[in-house]
């Protein structure tokens, strides 16, 4: 099942490239009104004024960078951004975002491939709850052995929060981590969706060498920013 749903993962996210960015700001199905759009905006600010607060960081490694929300601003504090991602849809519109030299670009799935040097910072957003839990311990020790002995990583996803999604999306099931997703057009893929609890995710990135401590922005997001253990 969990390989199947992981294929029809980076379908739905080739597929979705030229809509992607309407789920981050609120347009279209995911416009859930005024009032509620200002929380999610406010909530994304605290945690890109977190990322901008690390300063300077050398090279940074970007896993699933989409198309490049986070990389823009990655590319404010980075000498150098490698961005890691399956689909060559969102790549390419990464690449005319940031039009930028600092930034190399990697088309691969992230299950199959490996870190050919260790970072001083290693950054995924919305991508752990992508991982299913079987894949988790070793995604995690992926992380580590791509993160320089000094170096850190920063992370962010989602809180289970049903005016996160688009107003069509089924509902949050606490119990599923496979969920159901649509496009514009009605077409439906199955992927893993996963809303950790941030004490547990701590304890979990304890394991692998994370002293973290996880944070939560307040209704939509958790985030962490902590150095790798020697
Ligand atoms: C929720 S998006 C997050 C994108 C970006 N980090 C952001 O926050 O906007 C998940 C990303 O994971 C990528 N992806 C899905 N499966 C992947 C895999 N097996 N290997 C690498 N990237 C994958 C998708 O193409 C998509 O860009």
């Known amino acids: 099942m969990t390989t199947d749903v992981l294929q029809d993962q980076i379908a739905y996210y080739r597929a979705r490239a030229g809509e992607y960015d309407e789920w981050f700001y609120r347009k279209g199905r995911y416009d859930r009104g005024a009032e509620i759009n200002q929380q999610w905006f406010d909530e994304v600010a605290l945690v890109m004024r977190e990322v901008e607060a690390l300063g300077r960081v050398g090279h940074v490694l970007e896993l699933a960078a989409g198309t490049g929300i986070w990389t823009v601003e990655l590319a404010k504090i980075a000498s150098h951004i490698t961005a890691v991602d399956a689909s060559a849809e969102v790549i390419a519109i990464n690449r005319e975002k940031l039009s930028s030299p600092i930034v190399n670009y990697i088309q691969a799935d992230l299950f199959a491939w490996e870190p050919d040097k260790q970072y001083d910072l290693v950054f995924f957003a919305f991508w752990l709850s992508h ?13 580590r052995r791509a993160t320089k002995p000094g170096g850190r990583i920063f992370a962010i996803d989602s809180l289970p929060d049903n005016t996160s999604s688009a107003a069509n999306h089924e509902a949050y099931r606490p119990d599923d ?16 969706k996963i809303f950790y609890d941030p004490a547990d995710l701590a304890r979990k990135l304890a394991e692998h060498g994370f002293n973290a401590q996880v944070k939560t922005s307040g209704r939509y997001f958790w985030y962490t920013s902590v150095f790798r253990t020697p």
């Open 177 to 192: 981590i496979y969920h159901t997703r649509k496009l514009n057009d009605g077409r439906e893929f199955k992927i893993v």
């Open 131 to 143: 991982v299913p839990p079987e894949q988790l311990d070793g995604f995690l020790d992926k992380v």
